[in-house]
């Protein structure tokens, strides 16, 4: 791993317009959260357009509170249903949902990015299924950002696959190494997988199993698979640049680091941030946490926009769209047979 | 739950003498670190006695370093074999290694309990087949207190059931709440179920079963079951005394709050306790992490001599044994059977 070029601009980055479509009711505190968000996300950059999509009147608080110069950058899509936290995901991700307007606005090309601060299950499901997966890609994975004093560590996935299966959590060690270095301009990236300890071997059955299948899968930009690494490898960074687990541990996890950083003791600047980029679907997504508040969104809002002028997602899909269909049409690896275990 | 009398001593911690085994071989960076906590536990409690378990010149190393009058209250039993961390704990607990002595030295009564710095693997097996578990445990379960400013979290199990089941997670809650209660002080002890939101029906397919189980089941010393709680639940505190999960979660978990709060910018006492209560087991048994420190050994020694002191594990065991029984007999019940799911 070299670090010397850690921005793939040199440092630079590159601006232009980005269109960002936001959805207004995503999140626990919507709408409220999402208009401060975005307000601040306009104030902070220029260049950025923004397509609020939700109800009339919670568009009509951004435009009133934004300079009159200022309005020719928001647009609107009003659309006044949602998806409750509580709801199941697939059964209400109806045509007529905030985080499926986004997504579809994405999809016909009037935004470039979308940012939903969920639930996630919903935003993940509509931009699955009105984007499209790549190639090959059994589930799209979740990665989040988490700051540490050896530059961000990638963990994926944080929310997607609950009961995760081998040949997801080695598709999501492909794409994180393609992002990895696409976004984060990390050469030759690490990646890690998360266990209960270091040494070969340590585990339950499906860390066991994906261990010795990720030995044996090519990583693109020069990734490489380190073995296994531990939770506070995460939060104090230094073995990997990419930590991959389950969905369901990766939640935790991240919450975890959450809740323990978010200590008055710790500086804002150490708080992780809570946007998380979607992996594996054919467009641009930035997920938030449900609990966002709006300095959340506004910076769900900033990547989402870094990574459409950056052109990320396509330079992972350049990156890993060959491993992914090649992974896929061996998928018929089970646990027993990694493991070496007879029915 | 009320938290006016959190010692169910009065705060007044019983005195008298506590005779712990110390596995000078356990650990990471045995027997240094372990010989540190010694003299550290040593000098911080006079009424206290170890007994060291190991190689006779690292026990010597602890004798030379007391005071002439202090020396009394030190004896060794020579032992030199050990289990590697890398080793597969039950096929190398054999007689002659230093954490089974320890176990075994409790179990004839020399000690009142043993502290070890791992492998955790190791101490448990050998605790468990030594010492016996409790009627009806399938699994017993490490539980480590977290601090808060709630007060302590108790999280349970940190690194034994791997590859968890409802019933060792169902029996888990019931020991956690006994625990919390003996130990903590917490009259009626709200017990959680991790998980990755907070609305029910949210999670993978053993916590949604464990829910359905958790809300059927009786559990000691007033405690209730509180419904699902998230990652940031365990650093931050609030909802539950007591946070039932498995001990692969549960080890990342923990791990990735120690890595974060490890931080500069946090104050030493933020730092949680690196030694973590066997429950399940029927003797008083600490395990430390495998990369503790000085203070760290020392703080399990703490916790062990305290435990005795309160006689917290047959309180633990009086509280818990009839409902571990009872369920233990009802353990035909399946993940599909709580789902609803037919086969």
Same mark, same amino acid.
């Given at each position: 791993m070299t670090r010397s070029d850690r921005s793939p601009h040199g440092g630079q980055p590159p601006s232009g317009t980005a269109r960002i479509a936001v959805d207004l009711l995503g999140g626990d505190s919507a709408p409220a959260v999402v208009v401060d968000g975005a307000l601040r996300a306009c104030s902070a950059d220029p260049d950025l357009h923004l397509l609020l999509v939700g109800p009339r009147e919670s568009a009509d608080e951004v435009l009133g509170a934004l300079a009159v110069g200022d309005r020719e950058r928001v647009s609107v899509s009003v659309v006044d249903r949602t998806v409750g936290m509580g709801d199941a995901p697939m059964r209400h991700v109806r045509r007529e949902s905030t985080v499926r307007a986004a997504a579809e606005a994405v999809y016909a090309g009037r935004a470039d990015a979308m940012v939903s601060a969920g639930s996630s299950g919903a935003a993940v499901a509509a931009s699955a299924h009105v984007l499209g997966r790549l190639p090959g890609v059994r589930r799209p994975g979740l990665a989040a950002h988490v700051p540490t004093a050896h530059g961000p560590v990638l963990l994926l996935d944080v929310g997607v696959t609950i009961d995760g299966t081998m040949l997801e959590l080695v598709q999501h060690a492909v794409l994180g190494a393609a992002y990895a270095a696409a976004a984060l301009g990390v050469a030759d990236p690490r990646v890690g997988l998360l266990s209960i300890g270091s040494e070969p071997g340590k585990g339950d059955r499906l860390r066991r199993a994906v261990a010795v299948a990720l030995s044996d899968t090519a990583l693109p930009a020069g990734g490489r698979y380190i073995g296994l690494v531990e939770g506070h490898d995460v939060p104090l960074g230094g073995p990997a640049d990419v930590v991959v687990t389950d969905g369901f541990t990766g939640n935790i996890l991240l919450k975890g680091i959450e809740g323990a950083t978010g200590r008055? =003791?710790? =500086?804002?600047?150490?708080r992780p941030a809570r946007g998380a980029a979607l992996l594996g679907v054919a467009g641009t997504v930035v997920v938030c946490h449900g609990s966002a508040d709006g300095p959340d969104i506004a910076s769900g809002i900033a990547l989402a926009a870094r990574l459409h002028r950056e052109r990320v997602i396509p330079a992972v899909a350049g990156l890993a769209d060959d491993l992914l269909t090649e992974l896929s049409s061996a998928g018929g690896l089970t646990i027993r047979d990694a493991l070496g275990e007879r029915s």
């Open positions: 008055p =003791a710790l =500086a804002e600047g150490a």
